[in-house]
């Protein structure tokens, strides 16, 4: 069952406060008190909408195989949980849940327990929940339905970024801002007081493992080096991003060289060596795995196979959904998800990580840190307008050479239309792209 993009976004705020609603129950259990468990101040959880639309957009095509479906669901799910724990724990220098207590966990982020019961959340969803949603919001006005969304939208956009801006602000007066985050409290000046004061006093309440009343006691310590990209910082994630989509993309190349004895394209974009896929991956890994890089080559092998494989899923549906085509198709391998991914390149993910975070992130982040500081970040915002530019013109030549093989683009053309058919022709673009199946 498809559903359209209007049914996604009621779903996303439906399962948010559904979410909302059953921590909220469970927190009354064992604190026998009402507690707001939410990192914002409505009655949602976006973390469990977010978790629902990822099942709703990547997992209908294992609907088939309960098996996989229920497996799909426990590793996208960890996926969603462990990067929204990080990324958090980056910003506000404080793990927002912690699981270390509960038997088979890793660093507190996730656990088998819960991300079992995700899986099975998805099998429930994809067969009963989402019809039944969807068959309640039919008999509901669109046109009421469209207002009540944007209001919910408008709502949660603001909510969110006003409790950002308000823990911010309690990190500002007690010095413990970071590279990420400086800027943003400037603009956390009209959110002191109460309503920080307010914020600060449900944090404490939710989430236990905030501390938010020890927030900041330990000074920074120290006066900022005066170095370029320094740690797991904006600039230094940017600078391995297009380090590693030009490694990636002439690794590949050489992979398929040896392996097939073709010489092909494995770029992302129509300029330039570079797999975006690759780079997203690298930087990801790097913000994920930066706290753990002194650990066992097994336990980097073990997280980056398993993050390695989910991220691929993931970037596989979101490019068909995009761009109509599917770049990679791994259905003639063993042990494979859907074509999209199989356990031999998750392994490859693995092996990837630890040569990374071992070998390879050491010595390009000293490199990088080399830099001049004026110097570094002028190159950095030079490569990231390009990149963007690139991707932007990449996106537009792939969706009108899909026009062209279904027969969508025949008749009057734009001068846009005409400038892509001209400088990027369906010959180009085979070579560019050697592997895309054009799909429905």
Avoid at 289 to 310: E, H, M, P, Q, W
Avoid at 369 to 387: H, S, T
Wanted: aromatic fraction near 18%.
């Amino acid at each position: 069952m498809v559903f359209t993009f209007y049914e996604v976004c009621w779903f996303f705020f439906l399962y948010s406060f559904m979410g909302w609603c059953g921590e909220v129950c469970l927190a009354a259990v064992y604190k026998r008190k009402f507690i707001n468990r939410g990192f914002v101040s409505s009655p949602f959880c976006p973390i469990y909408g977010t978790g629902a639309v990822a099942f709703t957009v990547f997992l209908p095509e294992l609907k088939g195989n309960l098996f996989f479906l229920f497996l799909g669901g426990v590793i996208l799910a960890s996926f969603i949980e462990f990067v929204t724990g990080a990324l958090l724990e980056k910003v506000f220098h404080r793990k927002w849940w912690d699981y270390s207590d509960i038997r088979f966990n890793f660093e507190g982020y996730i656990c088998l327990r819960y991300s079992a019961l995700w899986g099975v959340f998805a099998v429930l969803l994809i067969y009963f929940v989402n019809p039944f949603l969807a068959s309640l919001l039919s008999l509901f006005p669109h046109f009421l339905g469209v207002i009540l969304l944007w209001g919910l939208i408008v709502l949660l956009v603001m909510d969110t970024v006003g409790t950002a801006l308000a823990v911010l602000g309690m990190q500002k007066r007690m010095g413990q801002l970071s590279q990420w985050t400086e800027g943003m409290v400037q603009l956390s000046g009209i959110l002191e007081n109460a309503i920080t004061r307010r914020v600060a006093r449900r944090m404490e309440k939710a989430f236990p493992a905030l501390d938010v009343g020890s927030l900041g006691q330990q000074a920074r310590g120290g006066e900022k080096a005066e170095v370029f990209a320094q740690g797991c910082s904006f600039y230094k994630l940017a600078c391995l991003f297009f380090i590693g989509a030009f490694l990636g993309d002439i690794t590949e190349t050489i992979f398929c060289l040896a392996t097939t004895g073709r010489l092909m394209s494995r770029s992302s974009v129509v300029y330039g060596p570079f797999s975006i896929v690759w780079g997203l991956g690298c930087t990801l890994l790097t913000a994920v795995l930066y706290r753990i890089k002194n650990k066992s080559d097994s336990y980097i092998f073990a997280v980056g196979t398993f993050l390695g494989g989910a991220y691929e899923y993931v970037c596989s549906v979101f490019t068909e959904l995009v761009f109509g085509a599917v770049f990679w198709d791994y259905s003639g391998f063993r042990f494979n998800l859907g074509g999209r991914i199989n356990l031999l390149y998750c392994f490859f993910w693995g092996i990837a990580a630890v040569v990374w975070m071992k070998v390879l992130y050491p010595k390009l982040s000293g490199w990088i840190e080399r830099l001049p500081i004026k110097q570094g970040k002028l190159l950095c915002n030079v490569m990231m307008v390009f990149m963007a530019f690139n991707c932007l013109i990449s996106a537009m030549a792939l969706a009108r050479y899909e026009e062209r093989q279904t027969g969508y683009g025949e008749g009057q053309v734009s001068g846009w239309e005409e400038f892509l058919d001209s400088h990027f022709d369906d010959g180009r673009m085979e070579r560019i792209y050697p592997n895309a199946k054009i799909v429905k």
